[in-house]
C-alpha cells in the first residue's frame, strides 16, 4: 500500500465530496463481499503482525481467492490484550468478527473460513466490539467518537476517509456557516480539552477569534508524553485526516491560515501516515487555497519534537517550535493571546480535534447526548498493567471505572487482589476500590486527588508496593522538570531523595510530615502545570496508602516485596532440590545438592526474584 | 577520530565523514534560511533531527556547522541539545538497548530487567560500553503494554521480558 496507489481528486465543492463519497460506497460494497483488516500500528507491529498479513496474503493466492476476499491494512483496533489481530467483515451484512493472538499457521483457517466462524482462532469477546455507527451503542459500554475510524480505515489512502464522510464537516462549515457559527457550536457542545486541563475547547477558540491580528496559529498537540498512554498515536496513525480536517475547521474559525502538528519524533509510523495525508489533502483541494471556493486559505506543516515531557504545556510548546529550549513561561498572557512567534495561537490536542469533525458533521446537541452533562462526549483510556485485558478504551464520560476495569479489562490479572488504578499518568494520583464506582469526568477525578490527564489508566495489584510507585512518577518529573523554576527543580529532587530513603528503610515519621508540607509547598508555587501537579502521586498514595507508608517507615518491611533492601528471599523446608531456582538465578548464588535443599547466599543475592516466581513447591519465602 | 586539537569544533568528525557533511549541508540549503535569526531559529531542531540521523551523534564540529548554516551562536545549540533527551553529543553504540520504563512496563518489572542488563554490560542507563558495541538506555511507552515489559534492541521488539532472558538477548546481538 503506498500513497501512489491511492485515487484523488480535486475537490471544489461540497457536492463533489458527496459525489466522491458515494462513489467509494458504491466501489466497497462491489468489491469483494468479505475485507479482512489488519491492524498496522505501531503496537501491532511490534506484536508480530508482518508476518500474518504476509501468510493471510499467501493463503488468499493458494486458495485462489483474489476475488473474494480483500486484505486492508488499517491502524490500531485497540486489541492491545489480543495483538496480532484482524477484524472480518461481512460486506454484504456489515457484520463483523474480530479474531485475535494469531499466529500464521492460522491463516489458512481464516482465509477457508471466509465470513463463517473459522475454527481453533481465539474470538475476541464482544465487549471490545464497536458499534459500526457512533449512535448504536445499545447495551454496548464502549462508544467509538474519536477511534471511529481507527483500525477500520486505510490510513494512507484518502478515499476510504472520505467515504466515512470525510471532509465533510469542514465544506460544512466553510460553505454554510460563518467563523462565529462554527466557535457557538463547539462552545454549545460542550467539548473540553482532552489534554488533560478540561478547558472549554470553544472559549479557547473564541479568545484567539476576537483578537484583531493578521496572522494567527492553529497548533495540534502531538507530543504524547504520559509515559503510560498512546491514544493519540493510534488517531495519529489510523485516522490523520480526522486531524487535518479539524484543524482547517479551527482555523476557519479563529481566522488562521497556517497550522503546525507538533509530534514527537518517537513516533515514524506516525509522522508517515500524517505526511502522506497532508501530501493527498493539498492534491484534493482540503489544504491549501480557496478551499471548496471559499476564499479560505489553510495549510499544514509538521514540526517535531525532541524528547522532552514539559513541551506538552502549551507555552514550552510553542518555544519548541520557536527551535528554544522547551521551558515554560508564566501565563497570561495566554497564547490565545500571544503565542507562537507572538502572534494569537491556539493550542488543541489530537484526541480534542478528532472529536471536533464528528461534531461539526453531526452537531452539538448529538455530541451532548454522550456523556455527561457537564463533560460531553467520550474519553479513550490506554488500559494496561496488571489487567487481564489489555488495551486502548473509548467510554463515554460518566462511566464507572469499575466496569472498565472488570468488564472491559476482565479483572486482574493471575487471580490477584485489585489494590488501585493510576490515572492521570505522573501529574495523576491512585484510586482505591472504595472510589471504583466513581463516574469518570474532570471534576469526580480530581475530587478523589487524581485527574484525567491525557488517559493513561494503569491497574495496580496487591504486589505493587506504592511508596515505589510514587517514587516512579517522581523519577519521571525529575528527569522532565525543565529546570526554570526552583520548587519543580530542586523541590522534586528533594521529594525523590526522601522517598528513595523510605524505599531503604531510612525513612522516619519526620520523613512523611516534610514530604507532604514539601509536596503541597511545590504545589503551589511550581510556575506551570508540570511542576504543580508532580507531587499528586506522593500526596495521593499518601492520603489513600498510609498503612503503607508506615511499614516501610516504623517496621522497614515492604509488605508487596518490591522494595529490595527491605526485602530477603530464603528457601525454606519445602524445597525438594529441583534445582529450578539455582539454574535460574541470574547471579548464580543459590547453590544446593540435587534432591538436597539450597541455599541462597544473601550477600550475592540480587534481589530479582526470580527463585521466588520460577519455584513450583512454594519453598522459597518472601520476607 | 580523535581530537587533534582543543579548539572548538576541532574533532575531526565532518572531515572524517564527507558524505554525511554533504547530505546534512543540502538538507539545510533545501530550508528557508534567511537573515532573521528568530526565523533561522525555527528550523534549528529539525536541522539537529537531520545531523544526528547521518552522524549517530552531534559532536561539537556538526553543532558548529549547524550554528553557522543557521547563522545562530553555537551556545543556543549546545543549549538546546542539552535540554532534550532525543539529541546526544556522545557516540552510541552498534546496538542501542532500550528498556521500555513506561507505567505500564515499570508495574509488570521493567527496572528488574534494567538491573539486570545493567549489571551484564557493565554499564549504567545512558551510557555505553567502551567497545562501542552496547548502549543501554530507558524508553517511554511503547504502546506494545500488552507486551509489558519490553525491551528493544535498535528496532527489535521484545515481549514479555524476564530477567532470565536477558542473556539470550544479548546473545542475539552477536
Known amino acids: 500500500m503506498t500513497a501512489s496507489s491511492a485515487e484523488t481528486r480535486t475537490v471544489?465543492?461540497?457536492?463533489?465530496?458527496?459525489?466522491?463519497?458515494?462513489?467509494?460506497?458504491?466501489?466497497?460494497?462491489?468489491?469483494?463481499?468479505?475485507v479482512i483488516r489488519v491492524s498496522m500500528g505501531t503496537c501491532g507491529i511490534a506484536a508480530g503482525t508482518t508476518p500474518i498479513l504476509e501468510a493471510l496474503k499467501e493463503q488468499i493466492k493458494l486458495q485462489g481467492?483474489?476475488?473474494?476476499v480483500k486484505i486492508t491494512q488499517t491502524g490500531c483496533m485497540g486489541l492491545c490484550h489480543s495483538e496480532p489481530s484482524v477484524e472480518v467483515v461481512d460486506v454484504?451484512?456489515?457484520?463483523?468478527?474480530?479474531?485475535g493472538s494469531l499466529t500464521a499457521e492460522q491463516a489458512p483457517a481464516l482465509i477457508q473460513a471466509g465470513t463463517d466462524l473459522a475454527p481453533g482462532v481465539k474470538v475476541v469477546d464482544k465487549i471490545w466490539y464497536f458499534p459500526e455507527e457512533e449512535e448504536n451503542t445499545n447495551g454496548a459500554i464502549q462508544a467509538r467518537v474519536v477511534l471511529r475510524n481507527s483500525g477500520r480505515i486505510r490510513p494512507e489512502l484518502i478515499e476510504d476517509y472520505i467515504g466515512t464522510g470525510g471532509y465533510s464537516g469542514l465544506a460544512k462549515a466553510l460553505t454554510e456557516m460563518s467563523s462565529q457559527d462554527v466557535i457557538d457550536t463547539v462552545t454549545e457542545s460542550g467539548l473540553r480539552g482532552r489534554g488533560g486541563g478540561g478547558f472549554?475547547?470553544?472559549?479557547?477558540?473564541?479568545?484567539?477569534?476576537?483578537?484583531?491580528n493578521e496572522q494567527k496559529y492553529v497548533i495540534c498537540n502531538a507530543d504524547e508524553g504520559d509515559p503510560g498512554a498512546f491514544m493519540d498515536r493510534a488517531v495519529l496513525e489510523g485516522d490523520p485526516h480526522a486531524v487535518l480536517e479539524a484543524m482547517a475547521v479551527a482555523g476557519y474559525a479563529v481566522g488562521a491560515n497556517q497550522g503546525v502538528i507538533y509530534i514527537r519524533a518517537e513516533y515514524p509510523l506516525a509522522i508517515e501516515r500524517l505526511q502522506i495525508a497532508i501530501a493527498q489533502a493539498r492534491e484534493c483541494g482540503f489544504l491549501g487555497t480557496n478551499i471548496f471556493g471559499s476564499g479560505f486559505n489553510f495549510d499544514i506543516d509538521i514540526k517535531y519534537g525532541a524528547g522532552a515531557f514539559v513541551c506538552g504545556e502549551e507555552t514550552a510548546l510553542i518555544h519548541s517550535i520557536e527551535g528554544k529550549r522547551g521551558e515554560p513561561i508564566f501565563k497570561p498572557p495566554f497564547p490565545a493571546i500571544e503565542g507562537l512567534w507572538k502572534k494569537p495561537t491556539i493550542v488543541n490536542n489530537v484526541e480534542t480535534y478528532a472529536n471536533v469533525c464528528a461534531i461539526m458533521r453531526k452537531g452539538a446537541a448529538w455530541f451532548k447526548s454522550i456523556g455527561t452533562e457537564k463533560c460531553p462526549g467520550t474519553k479513550v483510556f490506554a488500559l494496561a498493567g496488571k489487567i487481564k485485558n489489555v488495551g486502548l478504551v473509548e467510554v463515554p464520560m460518566g462511566t464507572q471505572l469499575r466496569d472498565i476495569i472488570?468488564?472491559?479489562?476482565?479483572?486482574?490479572?493471575?487471580?490477584?487482589?485489585?489494590?488501585?488504578?493510576?490515572?492521570?499518568?505522573?501529574?495523576?494520583?491512585?484510586?482505591?476500590?472504595?472510589?471504583?464506582?466513581?463516574?469518570?469526568?474532570?471534576?469526580?477525578?480530581?475530587?478523589?486527588?487524581?485527574?484525567m490527564g491525557s488517559g493513561g489508566m494503569i491497574v495496580m495489584d496487591e504486589d505493587d508496593c506504592m511508596v515505589n510507585v510514587a517514587k516512579y512518577f517522581l523519577e519521571f518529573t525529575l528527569d522532565e522538570s525543565c529546570g526554570r523554576c526552583t520548587p519543580c527543580r530542586i523541590g522534586n529532587k528533594r521529594l525523590f531523595e526522601m522517598l528513595s530513603d523510605i524505599c531503604h528503610g531510612k525513612g522516619t515519621m519526620e520523613t512523611l510530615i516534610k514530604l507532604r508540607t514539601l509536596s503541597e509547598t511545590i504545589k503551589d508555587t511550581a510556575l506551570c502545570g508540570l511542576g504543580q501537579t508532580s507531587p499528586n502521586p506522593v500526596l495521593s498514595t499518601l492520603r489513600e496508602f498510609r498503612r503503607e507508608y508506615l511499614e516501610h517507615v516504623l517496621n522497614k518491611t515492604c509488605s508487596a516485596g518490591v522494595c529490595s533492601s527491605l526485602i530477603k528471599f530464603e528457601i525454606n523446608d519445602k524445597c525438594v532440590g529441583c534445582t529450578m531456582c539455582a539454574r535460574n538465578c541470574p547471579a548464580n548464588c543459590i547453590t544446593g545438592e540435587k534432591k538436597g535443599k539450597h541455599v541462597i547466599d544473601q550477600n550475592a543475592c540480587i534481589k530479582c526474584g526470580v527463585c521466588y516466581e520460577t519455584c513450583k513447591f512454594h519453598a522459597i519465602d518472601k520476607k | 577520530m580523535g581530537k587533534s586539537c582543543s579548539c572548538i569544533g576541532c574533532d575531526g568528525v565532518l572531515e572524517a565523514h564527507p558524505d554525511a557533511k554533504k547530505e546534512l549541508e543540502a538538507y539545510i540549503d533545501s530550508l528557508p534560511i534567511g537573515d532573521d535569526i528568530d526565523a533561522n531559529r525555527g528550523y534549528l531542531i529539525q536541522s539537529l533531527h537531520k545531523a544526528q540521523d547521518v552522524f549517530g551523534y552531534l559532536p561539537e564540529s556538526v553543532q558548529l556547522f549547524v550554528a553557522n548554516k543557521l547563522k545562530i551562536h553555537l551556545s543556543e545549540v549546545y543549549g538546546v541539545i542539552s535540554f532534550y533527551s532525543y539529541f546526544t553529543d556522545v557516540p552510541v553504540g552498534k546496538y542501542k538497548i532500550n528498556v521500555c520504563t513506561g507505567t505500564a512496563c515499570f508495574v509488570r518489572g521493567s527496572m528488574k530487567i534494567l538491573d539486570e542488563l545493567s549489571r551484564h554490560l557493565g554499564i549504567k542507563e545512558g551510557e555505553t560500553t567502551e567497545d562501542k558495541r552496547f548502549s543501554l538506555g530507558g524508553l517511554r511507552c511503547v504502546g506494545a503494554c500488552s507486551l509489558a515489559p519490553v525491551v528493544m534492541v535498535n528496532d527489535k521488539v521484545y515481549g514479555n521480558v524476564t530477567p532470565q532472558m536477558v542473556?539470550?538477548?544479548?546473545?542475539?546481538?552477536?
Open chain 1, 92 to 99: 454484504e451484512k456489515g457484520t463483523s468478527t474480530f479474531y
Open chain 1, 200 to 212: 472549554p475547547t470553544g472559549r479557547k477558540w473564541a479568545f484567539a477569534a476576537a483578537q484583531n
Open chain 1, 12 to 34: 471544489k465543492t461540497p457536492d463533489e465530496l458527496k459525489a466522491w463519497a458515494a462513489d467509494v460506497a458504491k466501489k466497497n460494497k462491489e468489491d469483494a463481499p468479505v
Open chain 2, 167 to 174: 542473556q539470550e538477548i544479548l546473545n542475539d546481538c552477536e
Open chain 1, 406 to 451: 472488570y468488564k472491559i479489562g476482565d479483572g486482574i490479572k493471575d487471580g490477584k487482589a485489585f489494590k488501585a488504578v493510576q490515572t492521570g499518568g505522573p501529574s495523576g494520583g491512585c484510586i482505591t476500590a472504595a472510589h471504583l464506582d466513581s463516574p469518570i469526568d474532570y471534576e469526580s477525578l480530581r475530587a478523589l486527588g487524581s485527574m
Open chain 1, 65 to 68: 481467492k483474489e476475488g473474494t
